[in-house]
């Protein structure tokens, strides 16, 4: 049985676990302050066990930003993902906010853009993995 829960118990070990799986790095002690600071979040369980995360970071009233989109590699592709969407999406329609981001590489635009977002351009600056010069005039 497949279990879909908003601010559901889990332990950071259990995230990291996931983000493991994936390639990514594990960033337990990250999580230990993050999900205390998330406007909300979502875990995906199979018979118990945590396949699938997703957080959600807003103000509350008009936008939200997903972060740390999630299901375990031995998961992928069985709709898991997609059920977690639409849970998430649907819930923060019904709290009133109005517009969700996310990013993600361009492999993944497909599956996106089934799920209802609109592709458009952005920007963003990752401290950890890119490069940043500080010298840019404000």
Do not use: C
């Not at 879909?4 to 070990?13: C, D």
């Not at 996931?18 to 999900?35: A, F, H």
């Not at 019904?94 to 592709?119: A, H, K, M, N, W």
């Amino acid at each position: 049985m497949v279990k879909i829960e908003r601010n559901g118990a889990v332990r950071p070990e259990e995230i990291a676990d996931v983000r493991e799986s994936v390639g990514w790095d594990r960033s337990e002690n990250t999580y230990r302050k993050t999900l205390l600071a998330l406007y909300s979040y979502y875990t995906v369980r199979k018979e118990g066990r945590l396949i699938g995360y997703l957080g959600v970071v807003s103000d509350g009233v008009a936008d939200a930003m997903f972060v740390d989109v999630v299901i375990h590699r031995d998961y992928q592709r069985m709709g898991f993902g997609r059920k977690l969407m639409i849970k998430a999406i649907g819930d923060l329609k019904d709290d009133g906010i109005r517009g969700l981001q996310l990013t993600f590489p361009p492999e993944l635009e497909g599956f996106y853009r089934s799920v209802g977002f609109e592709i458009s351009s952005g920007g963003l600056i990752d401290f950890k993995y890119m490069k940043w010069d500080a010298d840019v005039d404000p």
